[in-house]
């Protein structure tokens, strides 16, 4: 059976098709990346219109290079919660379309639920319970999943997400959008011990994040005459070594605290080779076992809302024409 997928909730348009949930047969992703950079960050009537742009031609390049036609289809997933509401509504119309057209199942797919299932896009087997860390541009939380469809919330940032945290340290050291990137690129020439930067506890047994403080840490040493020698990359590894640090820390905690031996990883910031290399390097030296999606997985993208979907079909949680986007919703 073949499930689009369609994703428009932020920054980029993307339609993917996969074949029982597992085989992946396309993952088309127009990024506005270069859009973008000129402001600096996503302004969300552009984003909106750059995706009503885009959209047919996207689904239809899905379906080309999966090979199949409309027709084809067995379901239709679509992100519709949390993101940009005019940029969520271009996907939903296209998707309610598609579905009254073709009289095909609507699957409404919550975000970070998607980002959640790239990881059965690399494992379909995985078994549970598993912690899961998401780290994104809007989110950093870390969820024990049960089962399908089954999540609780263990930790959640208290304020800034991780992914937030790289952009605004990237724009206070100069560096180009999406901030993410460049410090990943940048720190690997770089000394993470070069500017002594915090980490928030939040106690023994937290498993919240904040990252506010870092950012301000980030932004005072900055203009502190005492750093005013410290590379780029020097600066770009210790902002990405205080980040790394918190999220690692905080994962390896929860699965000690409950007992869980896998681990997951999802959200744009999974992405960041330094975050993988460090949770591997934690998880082996813990015994646990580490699941991370490709780069591409990580970041926004259809094949996951895809597989979001296939798991809602299979439990019979289809959506209704009346289909609402909403710009903020928890998942549990
Ligand atoms: O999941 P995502 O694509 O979109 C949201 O749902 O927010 O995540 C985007 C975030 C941005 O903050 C971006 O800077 C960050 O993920 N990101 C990275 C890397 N690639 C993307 N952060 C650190 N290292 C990376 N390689
Ligand atoms: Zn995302």
Redesign the pocket.
């Known amino acids: 059976m073949d499930i689009l997928g369609i994703e428009t909730?932020?920054d980029e348009t993307s339609a993917a098709v996969l074949r029982d949930g597992r085989e992946l047969r396309s993952n088309i992703i127009a990024s506005q990346i270069d859009l973008h950079a000129k402001t600096g960050g996503v302004v969300p009537e552009v984003a909106s219109r750059q995706h009503v742009t885009q959209i047919n031609a996207v689904i239809a390049e899905a379906l080309e290079q999966a090979g199949i036609g409309f027709g084809d289809l067995a379901a239709v997933a679509v992100a519709n919660r949390p993101g940009l509401l005019g940029a969520l509504l271009v996907g939903v119309s296209a998707a309610k379309t598609l579905a009254y057209a073709l009289r095909l199942p609507l699957l409404a797919v919550h975000?970070i639920e998607a980002?959640i299932y790239a990881n059965w896009l690399v494992d379909p087997n995985i078994a549970f319970p598993v912690i899961c860390l998401v780290a994104?541009?809007?989110?950093s939380e870390i969820f024990l999943v049960r089962g399908h469809g089954d999540y609780q919330i263990l930790g959640r940032t208290r304020d800034d997400a991780a992914?937030?945290a790289?952009?605004k340290s990237a724009r206070i050291l100069g560096l180009p959008y999406?901030?993410?990137?460049s410090?990943?690129k940048l720190s690997r020439e770089g000394n993470p011990k070069a500017v002594p930067l915090p980490r928030a506890q939040l106690g023994p047994d937290s498993l919240d994040f904040s990252f506010s403080g870092l950012k301000t840490a980030v932004l005072n040493a900055h203009r502190d005459p005492a750093y005013s020698a410290v590379s780029l990359p020097d600066w770009a590894a210790s902002v990405q070594e205080a980040i790394v640090d918190a999220l690692v820390t905080k994962t390896l905690r929860a699965a000690r605290l409950y007992g869980v031996s896998h681990v997951l990883l999802a959200?744009?910031?999974a992405?960041?080779?330094r975050l993988q290399s460090a949770m591997r390097d934690a998880c082996d030296a813990a015994g646990l076992r580490l699941t991370v999606p490709p780069?591409r997985l990580?970041?926004?993208n259809a094949a996951m809302i895809a597989c979001a979907g296939f798991y809602h079909n299979q439990a019979g949680k289809i959506d209704g024409l009346d289909l609402d986007t909403l710009a903020s919703e928890r998942l549990v």
Do not use: K, M, Q
């Open positions: 909730s932020c975000h980002h994104s541009g809007g989110h992914g937030e790289f952009d999406p901030g993410g990137v410090i990943d959200g744009g910031v992405a960041n080779s780069p990580c970041t926004d």
